[in-house]
Nanobody, 125 residues
Framework: HVQLVESGGGSVQTGGSLRLSCVPS???????MAWFRQAPGQEREGVAA???????AYAASVQGRFTISEDKDKNTLYLSMFNLKPEDTAMYYC?????????????????????WGQGTQVTVS
């Protein structure tokens, strides 16, 4: 079982930036990891994913504004968010796919991920 703890959320103005962090309870470098978000009344959306080789994938809505990265020494996954928009307002979740090391084509689909954090709220106004 992998526990994930997210942090870094907050309230920012349109055009602002935030960096979210996710710390797993165990080393997850062998697997795919991702960030998802869910706004009230909406379905959970895959935002960005990272595979074991460092390959990244992004939703079209955040391409060019968000960056997923990791610090292996700190065992921490990050989501750097720039030029934030009100439509980015949501609860953001970190997730681990403990089956796949590489992208399968479904890396931004929530059903592929086994472990989830509790989320961190991002509000853009």
């Amino acid at each position: 079982h992998v526990q994930l703890v997210e942090s870094g959320g907050g309230s920012v103005q349109t055009g602002g930036s935030l960096r979210l962090s996710c710390v797993p309870s165990t080393n997850t470098y062998r697997w795919c990891m991702a960030w998802f978000r869910q706004a009230p009344g909406q379905e959970r959306e895959g935002v960005a994913a990272l595979d074991s080789r460092g390959r990244t994938a992004y939703a079209a809505s955040v391409q060019g504004r968000f960056t997923i990265s990791e610090d292996k020494d700190k065992n921490t996954l990050y989501l750097s968010m720039f030029n934030l928009k009100p439509e980015d307002t949501a609860m953001y979740y970190c997730a681990v796919d403990n089956v796949h090391a590489r992208f399968t084509g479904d890396e931004l689909k929530d059903w592929q991920y086994t472990y989830w954090g509790q989320g961190t709220q991002v509000t853009v106004s």
